[in-house]
Nanobody, 119 residues
Framework: VQLVESGGGLVQAGGSLTLSCVAS????????FGWYRQVSGNQRELVAS???????NYVSTVQGRFTISRENANNTVTLQMNSLKPEDTAVYYC??????????????WGQGTQVTVFS
């Protein structure tokens, strides 16, 4: 299984970025996906998630600014980030998770993509 993120970069406050996560070697449609972010020295924080039924959830700090979506046909999860703030600066990671009815769960991470927002 491989998760490859792209789309990070440097943007001025108030701007937008779109992060993409392309998954391979997995049955994409059964997985729940999440975007996490991590600032050096801090714990990784869940920012947004989308279930296998395409139900999204957001942390309150990004609600209304970020949109998570998935496209099963292309094995892609996208995080559209608008009205970016300096406090959104972090390394963003894509996560895939599947919990079967029996047995251990399956959990995978991408390599991360840096998002830097300057004021």
């Amino acid at each position: 299984v491989q998760l490859v993120e792209s789309g990070g970069g440097l943007v001025q406050a108030g701007g937008s970025l779109t992060l993409s996560c392309v998954a391979s070697e997995m049955t994409f449609s059964i997985y729940d996906f999440g975007w996490y972010r991590q600032v050096s020295g801090n714990q990784r924080e869940l920012v947004a998630s989308i279930s296998s039924f395409a139900r999204p959830n957001y942390v309150s700090t990004v609600q209304g600014r970020f949109t998570i979506s998935r496209e099963n046909a292309n094995n892609t999860v996208t995080l559209q980030m608008n009205s970016l703030k300096p406090e959104d600066t972090a390394v963003y990671y894509c996560n895939a998770h599947y919990q079967p009815r029996v047995g251990p769960d399956y959990n995978y991470w991408g390599q991360g993509t840096q998002v830097t927002v300057f004021s």
